[in-house]
């Protein structure tokens, strides 16, 4: 037998709601109006998700392009330092403390690029924010890890291959989608070898669709 919340009592159900919050035995006026509250409170919550849920839908229509660029970076940038999980920075060569997504071509010189996982290595903030992106160091570290010719396909082909994206919002809202499933996947994978983040970054440009 259910007891019931307001008398502390147990009772007989008379109706199947009588369980969870509105477990009243409604035996008596007290009882009753208790129980009316409950469902008042109930009420209100309800409508409040209600509106909360609508006011999300329509916040999401009214996003620009641009909002939802913003909203993709961070997911891809996070996607390149998971590839890059363990690794030093590759700016400066030494354990970064606080781990950044690093644009070798920045977003503001070749905003056709901010997407490009070869565009976007593990680096520390130091070299990202505070030393202009350290290009130099870029280029030593590169060269370093990943050989000469992949350095200048970073360098020069890039720009030659992808010279422009159009991406319309609702390409944006599919990749932020995309990205998302894919950043729960590279989460899983232990620390790779260099060979193996590069051939990774490949497929998973595939994978988004932008950069064939």
Not at 21 to 42: G, H, M, P, S, W
Not at 74 to 86: F, S, T
Not at 148 to 156: D, G, M, S, T
Not at 172 to 200: D, H, M
Request: glycine share 4%.
């Amino acid at each position: 037998m259910p007891r019931c919340i307001y008398h502390n009592t147990k009772f007989v159900k008379k109706y199947r709601w009588q369980q969870g919050k509105f477990r009243f035995c409604i035996e008596n006026d007290e009882c009753y109006k208790a129980l009316t509250e409950v469902r008042k409170e109930q009420e209100e919550i309800k409508k409040q998700k209600d509106w909360n849920k609508e006011k999300k839908q329509i916040n999401e229509s009214l996003k620009t392009k641009s909002e939802h660029e913003k909203e993709l970076q961070p997911i891809i940038n996070q996607i390149a330092r998971e590839i890059d999980k363990d690794n030093l920075c590759l700016m400066c060569g030494k354990p970064p403390k606080k781990k950044n997504g690093c644009h070798y071509h920045s977003v503001g010189s070749n905003a056709s690029l901010r997407f490009n996982l070869f565009n976007i290595w593990l680096g520390c903030e130091s070299c990202n924010k505070w030393k202009g992106g350290n290009i130099n160091g870029y280029d030593v570290e590169l060269i370093k890890y990943y050989g000469k010719e992949k350095w200048e396909y970073i360098k020069f082909d890039l720009v030659r291959l992808h010279p422009t994206i159009h991406l319309s919002i609702p390409e944006l809202k599919a990749l932020k989608i995309v990205c998302r499933n894919i950043l729960k996947e590279v989460k899983k994978l232990p620390p790779l070898t260099y060979e193996q983040r590069w051939k990774l970054r490949e497929k998973l440009n595939k994978k988004i669709g932008i950069y064939n």
